[in-house]
């Protein structure tokens, strides 16, 4: 009897064995697991010099993010830079420079005129902001300015109160997130997430001058290369074709004062008063 139980498990030993064999053999001969998409390292770069990203980053804050937002993100008129073909081919600014150095008017952007070290420096800040970086980001994070120093400014030198109140027009506005309100500096108020237009913010009007004369006026829904599209003091929507400059397109934008003042700002202007207004509660 006992010859015939370690008989039995000796059978059953080979069996376990020669199934285990079997799976191994089965996972060998599998192909090798396609790599996710969200781990693709089609752009891959060497790390930036920690100084150019510093360099490019004031650069950036300066001349770029009142239009792309203060993360490149998108803002006032500025699309998102991080998923831009352009800059996620780009290197060392080479091909950021062409759009840099030479504008896209037609679009609102103007070219600046700024040697190739700074659009090399501009180039390794976008690069250095990663992608997916948002999911982790904590709002707090951009608190780092001198509140005392933003009171000051936007008292003073920044001549903020010649528009603004603290105990009117801005009268709570630190109970937005800290990432929000800066945005909301930026943009002054124009654009909400990723660059979307505001509901609150002042509609920009445009006159529309046709060939014949015949001038057309309302609120501006888009604009790009070929049409422009507005909306009538009748209500009605009217889409126009464009070819170049005909016909002559007129726009105002209520807050283009703001934002040229903005442009005017130091990063060091914009950390500070969006830690002053954070207290403003």
Same mark, same amino acid.
């Given at each position: 009897?006992?010859?015939?139980?370690?008989?039995?498990?000796?059978?059953?030993?080979?069996?376990?064995?020669?199934?285990?064999?079997?799976?191994?053999?089965?996972?060998?001969?599998?192909?090798?697991?396609?790599?996710?998409?969200?781990?693709?390292?089609?752009?891959?770069?060497?790390?930036?010099?920690?100084?150019?990203?510093?360099?490019?980053?004031?650069?950036?804050?300066?001349?770029?993010?009142?239009?792309?937002?203060?993360?490149?993100?998108?803002?006032? $008129?500025?699309?998102?830079?991080?998923?831009?073909?352009?800059? /996620?081919?780009? =290197?060392?600014?080479?091909? +950021? %420079? !062409?759009? @840099?150095?030479? $504008?896209?008017?037609?679009?609102?952007?103007?070219?600046?005129? /700024?040697?190739? =070290?700074?659009?090399?420096? +501009? %180039? !390794?800040? @976008?690069?250095?902001i990663k992608v997916g970086a948002g999911g982790n980001f904590n709002?707090?994070?951009?608190?780092?300015?001198?509140?005392? %120093?933003?009171?000051?400014?936007?008292?003073?030198?920044?001549?903020?109160?010649?528009?603004?109140?603290?105990?009117?027009?801005?009268?709570?506005?630190? %109970?937005?997130?800290?990432?929000?309100?800066?945005?909301?500096?930026?943009?002054?108020?124009?654009?909400?997430?990723?660059?979307?237009?505001?509901?609150?913010?002042?509609?920009?009007?445009?006159?529309?001058?046709?060939?014949?004369?015949?001038?057309?006026?309302?609120?501006?829904?888009?604009?790009?290369?070929?049409?422009?599209?507005?909306?009538?003091?009748?209500?009605?929507?009217?889409?126009?074709?464009?070819?170049?400059?005909?016909?002559?397109?007129?726009?105002?934008?209520?807050?283009?004062?703001?934002?040229?003042?903005?442009?005017?700002?130091?990063?060091?202007?914009?950390?500070?008063?969006?830690?002053?207004?954070?207290?403003?509660?």
């Open positions: 009897m006992a010859n015939l139980i370690r008989a039995a498990l000796r059978i059953a030993a080979l069996a376990a064995l020669s199934i285990a064999v079997t799976q191994v053999a089965a996972v060998a001969d599998e192909p090798p697991a396609k790599p996710s998409p969200f781990e693709s390292h089609d752009f891959d770069r060497p790390p930036g010099d920690p100084a150019a990203i510093a360099r490019g980053k004031q650069v950036f804050s300066v001349n770029c993010a009142f239009c792309h937002g203060s993360d490149a993100r998108g803002g006032e $008129g500025g699309p998102n830079l991080l998923r831009s073909p352009i800059v /996620l081919n780009d =290197q060392k600014g080479e091909i +950021i %420079a !062409a759009v @840099v150095l030479n $504008g896209r008017v037609e679009k609102g952007m103007p070219k600046f005129n /700024l040697p190739m =070290q700074s659009v090399a420096d +501009i %180039a !390794a800040y @976008v690069h250095s709002p707090k994070m951009v608190l780092v300015g001198n509140a005392a %120093a933003g009171k000051a400014y936007f008292n003073g030198k920044g001549r903020c109160t010649a528009c603004h109140s603290v105990k009117k027009d801005l009268a709570g506005i630190g %109970a937005l997130d800290p990432k929000t309100l800066q945005d909301t500096i930026f943009t002054g108020g124009a654009t909400g997430m990723l660059g979307i237009p505001s509901p609150t913010a002042p509609p920009r009007t445009v006159t529309v001058t046709l060939p014949t004369g015949e001038a057309i006026k309302g609120k501006l829904v888009s604009l790009d290369d070929f049409v422009v599209v507005l909306t009538d003091a009748d209500g009605h929507r009217r889409t126009i074709q464009r070819a170049g400059d005909v016909p002559k397109v007129d726009i105002v934008n209520p807050l283009q004062a703001h934002l040229d003042m903005v442009r005017s700002w130091e990063d060091r202007d914009l950390r500070n008063v969006t830690a002053y207004l954070e207290t403003v509660k």
